[in-house]
């Protein structure tokens, strides 16, 4: 069995935080200095990823994830039709700044300006089920806190996802499915759950005018619907809790056929942008596309 070493994430991730900043900078100045008072609990950052999220029109939280990881095999099939799995070992850590300021770009990412810290280690197994059908079962735990204050908890998740791919002629797609339950245990009788449901089709093109680096261009993009059966708690302050149902996203990103994309010293799978908002308008959100939604 071969042994594989994935590129590590955590030079993408930086780049994905100094971008963040930027962005976030370009569409709402006005939050600037807005504190890191997340409605939703911060052991649930693990879950929506790295991004800028509001909540309720007045709660921005800006979270950071990182998660190096190391696999060993290749998903597939031999020649004589024999199936082979790949592991994925993640040492995922999320990170929530307590305030930006954009008069001071290198204070916002100073360690005294971290809100909350959580690290984990995840572990999942691609498994080829036919030549176009795959899943991914998952597990993951972790622990962390506020930075400061006496508010700790293990977190923990768990899920399954599947991808069926299809080949048309003019650009390759897949549907995928994924579900599972996010949780924490906080110390004392703090403990929360929720279980979640999405569907998502993954789009590929390619860009018969445009290359990059000398390469074929392919242009991605797909659209994603979430929801959580249990609900997802909401603190919305003096009008009590409140409960997210579902979320919309849709992204495009841009990759090279052969090859990762190249900026400086960063490597990227793809590089690209998506957009979250609920049905309610309860929740908006940007983040990062790096990988496909399959990969995540």
């Known amino acids: 069995?071969?042994?594989i070493i994935h590129?590590?994430?955590?030079?993408r991730r930086v780049f994905t935080a100094i971008a963040c900043l930027a962005l976030h900078?370009?569409?709402e100045p006005s939050a600037a200095q807005e504190l890191f008072e997340p409605s939703i609990h911060w052991a649930y950052a693990s879950y929506f990823g790295t991004g800028w999220y509001r909540l309720d029109d007045r709660q921005s939280a800006f979270v950071f994830k990182t998660a190096p990881?190391?696999?060993i095999g290749e998903a597939g099939f031999d020649e004589d039709g024999a199936r082979s799995i790949r592991y994925t070992l993640r040492v995922p850590v999320t990170i929530g700044l307590s305030q930006l300021s954009f008069d001071d770009i290198p204070g916002a990412v100073d360690p005294g300006n971290v809100a909350t810290l959580a690290a984990g280690i995840s572990l999942d197994a691609d498994v080829p089920v036919t030549e176009r059908f795959f899943v991914r079962p998952n597990i993951e735990i972790g622990y962390g806190g506020v930075i400061g204050e006496a508010d700790r908890a293990w977190t923990y998740r768990a899920s399954m996802r599947g991808r069926f791919s299809f080949e048309p002629q003019r650009f390759d797609w897949a549907l995928i499915l994924d579900g599972g339950f996010v949780g924490y245990d906080a110390r004392g009788p703090g403990r929360d759950n929720f279980s979640f449901a999405s569907v998502a089709a993954e789009f590929s093109h390619p860009l018969n005018s445009f290359r990059l680096s000398g390469d074929q261009a392919l242009f991605h993009w797909h659209i994603k619907y979430a929801a959580f059966p249990d609900r997802v708690r909401v603190d919305n302050g003096p009008d009590g809790i409140g409960?997210?149902?579902?979320y919309w996203e849709a992204g495009a990103a841009i990759c090279r056929r052969e090859g990762p994309l190249t900026l400086w010293f960063l490597r990227f799978d793809r590089l690209g942008l998506a957009y979250s908002a609920s049905a309610d308008s309860a929740l908006r959100g940007i983040r990062f596309v790096f990988r496909s939604q399959y990969e995540l």
């Open 25 to 27: 900078m370009a569409c």
């Open 1 to 3: 069995m071969r042994t």
């Open 69 to 71: 990881r190391w696999s």
């Open 7 to 11: 590129e590590s994430s955590f030079r």
């Open 243 to 246: 409960s997210l149902r579902d």
